[in-house]
C-alpha cells in the first residue's frame, strides 16, 4: 500500500498590524523602554566623548615636528654663516629653534600623557617622542653655558 506524502506546511496566516507575532515571547516586564505605558524616561545622551586618537595623533604630530625641524637644520645653517653676518644671526636663530623645539616637546609630552589611557600606542609614542626632544633640546643648553661669554 503506497504511504501519502505528507503535505508541505502551510505558512501561518498573516497576522494583523499590531498584533503579536506567534514568533516572539511577550515582554515578561512590561513594555520596552521608550515606549508609551513605560513608566520612566531614557537618560539624556551624554556629550560625545572623544576617544584619545585625535589627542595621541596630536602627541605624535607635535613630537615630529622637532624632528622635521632637525633635518632642515643644516641647510639653514650652511646658509647663514655663508652669508656676510656671520654668528650673530645662527645664534639668535638656533636658540629660536632650540626654545620653539623645547615648547612643542612639552606640547607633545603632555598631549601623549593625556591620551595615554584611552590610546596607548599613541600616547606612548607621543611620549617618547616629547621626552626625547626635552632631553635633547635642554643638553644643548646645557653644553652652550660655557661658550656663553664668548
Avoid: H, W
Amino acid at each position: 500500500m503506497p504511504n501519502p506524502e505528507p503535505s508541505p506546511a502551510a505558512p501561518p496566516p498573516a497576522a494583523a498590524p499590531g498584533a503579536p507575532s506567534p514568533y516572539s515571547s511577550p515582554a515578561p516586564y512590561g513594555p520596552p523602554p521608550g515606549s508609551p505605558g513605560y513608566a520612566f524616561s531614557p537618560q539624556p545622551a551624554s556629550p560625545a566623548r572623544t576617544d584619545g586618537k585625535a589627542l595621541g595623533a596630536a602627541a605624535i604630530i607635535l613630537g615630529a615636528i622637532p624632528l622635521l625641524m632637525g633635518l632642515i637644520q643644516p641647510f639653514t645653517t650652511r646658509l647663514m654663516l655663508g652669508s656676510g653676518n656671520g654668528y650673530a644671526y645662527y645664534s639668535a636663530v638656533m636658540a629660536l629653534i632650540a626654545i620653539l623645539n623645547l615648547a612643542l616637546g612639552v606640547a607633545a609630552l603632555v598631549c601623549g600623557l593625556a591620551a595615554r589611557r584611552r590610546a596607548p600606542l599613541l600616547g606612548g609614542i607621543g611620549i617618547g617622542l616629547g621626552a626625547a626632544t626635552i632631553v635633547g633640546v635642554l643638553s644643548s643648553f646645557v653644553y652652550a653655558i660655557p661658550f656663553l661669554g664668548y
